[in-house]
């Protein structure tokens, strides 16, 4: 009797060893997998470490006219069958792969960042990374970096993001030798990250309908033009409307919506005006960063665009083709289309490209001009 019980708690001890052992099995590949192919789940958080994407932008609040467009376009009716979201995500298909992932995390949120509050949570999708320790953070601080370059430039109505209060935090867990990262960009302790001037998501709701209208009416008056037509058309219609911001105080100057509700704009204002409204015609046009030289000799910051048509790249200055005129002189046609669709021959004479869009960036490549002008 008594081996016969020995024998059935020794059994016992084996089956409860068994199970101890699978369940400590199951715990290490849970622990495995959560570093390889999942997302932390938060459990174990402990070291956190904080990194804001660069940014020198701030924007001041504008009042919104619609009646300011002129009559030809305000009596047009929206066509809904324009397609009004053409990204051809050029840059975008510059960056290496990790970048890629912020890029397309971005992309994918764009709505979400409207709220000025949604965190984008990469789980431990760079974990690899940031296990080389400084260089690792390095290498990642630049691929946030080259990512939200990229996706400025291709999306260039982002303009409601402060990305200054965009925070890239790591949470960071120890067991025994192993580290366990876990990335979420955020506001941080920011209230949010959307611009002062904005405030709200529902601003910027009303402000990214407001363009989008006025991209539709535009798109709908030219509907039947040839590309050259189109393009020409836009060109001279934002010089007409449009006037160079001398003031240096309105930072709006600089982004799609102060160009069109403030018709007050820099170079980057037009260019990326340029851009908005060439995306919805379905023209391919990038931005083009880099420096130009003056009348009076001075090499300056500076940007313009490039556009494709007829399957060849073009150069088009809109800012340089709508100059200031002391005295009140008149523009004439040969100043108006002095950089319309301009090769490389004549073009790059006076402007110099720079693809390092800030420090710690991929170094992004344009287009290839042709030589002759169209």
Partial sequence: MEKAKSKEIKIKRIIIISILVMLVIAVFVFLIYE???????????????????????????????????????????????????????????????????????????????KTGVYEINFGTQFNSIINQGEEGKTKLNSAFQSAWNAFTYDYVDIFYIDSSKLVLTTNTTTIGELSINEVVLSKAENASYLTEDVGTSEEVKNRVKYLEDIRTKISAQLNGYTEYEKIKFLHNWMIDKFTYDQSNSNPNAYNVYGAFS??????????????YILDGLGIESVIVSGTATNSAGVEEPHMWNYVRINEKWYAIDVTWDDPIIADGGTLTEEMRYKYFLKGSNEFLTNHKENGSVTENSTQFIFPVLEKENY
């Avoid at 990194?51 to 929206?78: C, R, S």
């Avoid at 979201?85 to 397309?104: G, R």
């Avoid at 403030?262 to 005006?273: D, I, K």
Wanted: proline letters at 2%; one cysteine or more.
């Fill in 35 to 113: 570093v390889f192919f999942a997302d932390i789940l938060g459990i174990f958080k402990k070291n956190k470490n904080q990194n804001p994407i660069e940014g020198n932008v701030t924007y001041v609040n504008e009042t919104v006219d619609n009646n300011d467009m002129d009559n030809t376009i305000n009596n047009q009716q929206p066509n809904e069958n324009i397609n009004i979201s053409q990204i051809d995500h050029y840059y975008y298909n510059q960056l290496d792969d990790t970048s890629k992932i912020i890029y397309e995390s971005l992309e994918n949120n764009i709505e979400n960042l």
């Fill in 262 to 275: 403030t018709r007050s704009v820099v170079c980057e204002g037009y260019s990326r005006a340029f851009k």
